[in-house]
């Protein structure tokens, strides 16, 4: 019996997650293309997901990210990293950034693109614009 009643406390404990890893919470398509991400918990993501749903308008910039407009400032808590291919990150707190290369800026992080190689980012993300849908369940 106090395994059981071990059991239930440690499946309660376990149970309630937050935002990151969550795929389920906010889904990102670009032209169309679902593409899994992994989001960061932070108060960034969770403004984000109150404007969902939404559509950007991106465009290449510097031969390695897409940028787009909001068309609203978030909150952000910029720090400087060096993306990966797949970082998705908040720009000046009114664009969203996705990188399929590198590059060491400020940014607030959201997310990473999981399960696709940087090649196939590259074919994903690696065009003159890319439009962006992002939905929230």
């Known amino acids: 019996m106090k395994a059981v009643i071990c059991l239930a406390v440690i499946a309660l404990c376990v149970v309630p997650c937050s935002a990151k890893g969550n795929d389920t919470a906010m889904k990102i398509f670009a032209d169309g293309v679902k593409l899994p991400v992994q989001w960061e918990d932070n108060r960034t993501v969770e403004a984000l997901r109150n404007l969902a749903p939404l559509t950007v308008k991106m465009s290449a910039y510097g031969g390695f990210e897409q940028v787009g407009r909001l068309g609203v400032r978030l909150p952000r808590d910029d720090v400087r990293i060096t993306t990966e291919p797949g970082d998705i990150v908040l720009y000046a707190g009114n664009q ?29 993300l690696g065009k003159p614009s890319v439009t962006l849908t992002i939905s929230a369940d």
Not at 105 to 113: A, F, I, R
């Open 96 to 124: 969203i950034v996705m990188f399929h290369g590198n590059n060491t800026w400020e940014y607030t992080k959201l997310g990473h693109v999981t399960g696709k190689t940087h090649a196939e980012l590259a074919e994903i």
